[in-house]
């Protein structure tokens, strides 16, 4: 059995896939030890999967079924991240070429804001008394200019032991040139028995501070990653030992190029988990874009303390420049756009007496007023259920009853407030105020990644989940112009879906800087049986890697590319490894700005193999649609729902009796065990043959319908 596990801010998703059959159970998040939540939900689903047969013959232990024969854990974590943005990772010590000791605080010139004079960076991970500079250099082609000698190796180790430093960051100018001397002193490094990060193994790519900063990341995170896991992995090995029958597989992580990894990897460079969880969705909504057959689609991820986009023009796009926390991180991810909106994002009155909502997040403790947990602060899940939009008695599944009264209590005491604006005369004007904020918050993420980068949303398709994506999807698709909105089984647990379907993965680059002349065809040919060597050598050793981790290399399919610019320029553009990658590289560079030089010479600045090894992968199979009337049969019941400025009368609906070519006019409301789907007065609601719901406005909505 394979369990996938998404970690998020308030609730932990845990989903497994047998027979082409979705199971999804969500539980509580316990940020003080995520490991818990975790294992109570594994265990729990892994206990309902059991068949029927095997039931009747096992024993109960501590009031659960037994486990299956062997269980694997695929795990999608935020520790990485928050330890990142809470700033409590290691005391990481530095060793780095001498004279380049502040490069980590120097970093680059771009300022945040060009015209605020009192702009703040974040401080380094690395204060100045841990930074240890080393006599050595390494020139620009890979030649030693200076090497390192016994003795400065020895004054080295006993600065460090020294230091107090509890895990160690190694990166030496030009490294990924000739990485000799960072190899050497990591070697006499390890018998400090502490974690090691070395540049030439995380990330032997030029530019100098990007490198610098990742190792350094990397180094920050080691030491509660690696412990995390270890811990998890034998927390569960442990549990479940103690059932009978049961047998522990194991585990691996999500990373953020949108592939897996062992535990083991992920404790070593945990710098390629930091977007682990968005990453998930990303995967599940490419994998329906393609089953739908849409060529163009924008996933929409909104869960209880963030909201998360990506653009899907083909397959998802990974970059090597993007930040956390203010800092540089050079490692491929999924080209992912987050904002601090969710379910828990918090409402607030700024000191110009604005109506201002995260993002600050009230997270899974306290959690908003309505789940009764101590939170005393209004959340956009309040208002969602002082609106109507939220069934008290159907959260869940019915699970979980939210606290109504609660809520409202805190919304009158909000009112009473002597800051808030007169714009407000009740809870629910002011619940519809808190939702109109949230959805600017995500409306401008949407406008970040399609209309900002030359995309026209109407072209899209909105792929909607998260627990309360589809509380807010509609209005977006709205505001924004898309002509639809998709919203899949099981919402709330779709990244937790694509964590389980995501392919093993592995990223591979290396710097070569190597020119291009534009008009030498023999230097071309010369050039590419050097590159196709090099790729080959790549790719030798890292499918060898993967076999020693016990992943079958022989299924594994490799892509290879080349980033290139025009000699002189500062940035490189990523093109197929071909032999027209020259051609290739003028086009897109017209593409993305309008002109190319073709009688220009070009650099060949980095090599990069991705090597994949495809994961088993469901294909639903469509149903028989019935008729639209059906819709009829899964109305539960008739209540009160805000829209617009008043309440209406809105059918409830309920989504597991809702079968194919049902449709329903808005208003209404679809609630399911993991997610609240909102239908407003202009929208019309398909199901399709795959069980998905189609959301489209007005008359082209109906013609669609019919």
Known sequence: MRIGVDTGGTFTDCVALMGGQVQILKVFSTPADASSAIVQGVLQLAGERIPATRRKTVRKSQGREAAPAELDIIHGTTVGTNSLLERRGARVGLITTAGFEDLLEIGRQARPRLYDLNVQREAP?????????????????????????????????????????????????????????ERRVATALKSLGLPLSISNEILPEFREFERLSTVVINAYLAPRMGTYLRNLENRMRAEIRGQPGGQHGRIYVMQSNGGISTAARAGQQPVRTILSGPAGGVVASAWLAKQLGLARAISFDMGGTSTDVCLLDGPPRTTNETSLAGLPVAVP???????????????????????????????ASPGPICYGRGGQRLTVTDANLVLGRLDADHFLGGTFRLDALAAQRGFDSFLAGPALHAAFASPPELAAGIVAVSNATMEKALR???????????????????????????????????????????????????????????DVAQSVLLPVSADGKSQVHALLRNIEGQFNRLQGSTLSEL?????????????????????????????????????????????????????????????????????????????????????????????????????????????????PGAMLRGPAVINEYSATTVVPPDFICKVDNYLNLILRRGSRAHHDAR
């Open 125 to 181: 991970l690395v204060p100045r008394d841990l930074r240890f500079g080393i006599k050595e250099r390494i020139a620009a082609d890979g030649t030693v200019l200076l090497p390192v000698t016994d003795a400065e190796i020895r004054r080295l180790l006993r600065k460090v032991k020294a230091s107090g430093a509890d895990s160690l960051a190694v990166c030496f100018l030009f490294a990924f040139a000739n990485p000799a001397h």
């Open 547 to 659: 076999r020693r981790e016990g992943f079958n290399a022989g299924e594994a399919r490799a892509t290879r590319r080349l980033d290139v610019r025009y000699q002189g320029q500062s940035y490189e553009l990523s093109v197929p490894f071909t032999a027209g990658f020259r051609e290739d590289f003028h086009r897109e560079h017209a593409r993305t700005y309008g002109f190319g030089h073709p009688e220009r010479s070009l650099e060949i600045v980095n090599l990069r193999l991705r090597v994949v090894i495809p994961a088993a992968k469901s294909r639903w199979r469509p149903r028989k649609p019935g008729p639209p009337s059906q819709a009829r049969k899964a109305l539960v019941k008739i209540k009160p729902v805000w829209f617009g400025a008043n309440f209406h009368p809105t059918g409830i609906y309920d989504r597991q009796r809702l079968a």
């Open 333 to 363: 991810v999924l080209d992912v756009h987050s904002v601090g909106a969710g379910g828990g994002s918090l409402a607030r009155i700024d000191a110009g007496g604005a109506l201002r909502v995260g993002p600050e997040s009230a997270g």
């Open 448 to 506: 970040v990644i399609s209309v900002e980068r030359g995309y026209d949303p109407r072209d899209f398709t909105l792929i909607c989940y998260g627990g309360a994506g589809g509380l807010h999807a509609a209005d977006l698709a709205r505001s924004m112009g898309l002509p639809a909105v998709i919203v899949p089984q099981n919402p709330g647990a779709f990244s937790a879906l694509g964590i389980l379907l995501s392919d093993v993965v592995r």
